[in-house]
């Protein structure tokens, strides 16, 4: 079955502090996602990935870096944490060839700037 | 301009009724997929149904359906015989660029549902 894990549900961090969000997915997917969620605004896409060591930037890129050092794992920096980047955090992934194919989710990490 | 536009931010409905959920979307695409999601209070998306926009019949899955409207843009889903599980929010997203490597998708504002028993 298909498995995205997110390495915290809950995360709880200080203004400026470098935040890191884990995302491994364990089904040999090309594609990773990295969302935010807010109410009212629904998912929006921060970076993507379609290859090992490749990035995109999505629609809300800034105050926020990726890393893509092996196939599985799709990493989400937050360079100096700011308290407008408290938020739900949603990592995906899906098959490269696969267009209808939807993307699979990791269970989210509710981040608290604080 | 908004490419996902869900319009009810919240509904109610009784167990066992149908519910329809609204979806329109923005593309100058021929070639494009949408999708509906549901996330419980959990946090977790679900993946529940998929249309192509050359499909020529409304996609089903088991108590979901999807009303297309090509013409008018719209990818309505329909979910019957409601549960109380069946309370959750509920996303709209769209895929465009068919044939291109461009995999990313534009999602709505999401719309709750609360199923009454």
Known sequence: DVKVTQSSRYLVKRTGE????????????????WYRQDPGLGLRLIYFSYDVKMKEKGDIPEGYSVSREKKERFSLILESASTNQTSMYLCASS????????QHFGDGTRLSIL | AQKITQTQPGMFVQEKEAVTLDCTYDTSD???GLFWYKQPSSGEMIFLIYQGSYDEQNATEGRYSLNFQKARKSANLVISASQLGDSAMYFCAMREGMGSNDY???????TTVTVRA
């Open chain 1, 18 to 33: 470098k935040v890191f969000l884990e995302c491994v997915q364990d089904m040999d997917h090309e594609n990773m996602f």
């Open chain 1, 95 to 102: 098959l490269l060839a696969a267009w209808n194919q939807p």
């Open chain 2, 30 to 32: 021929q070639s494009y």
């Open chain 2, 104 to 110: 990313k998708l534009s999602f709505g504002a999401g």
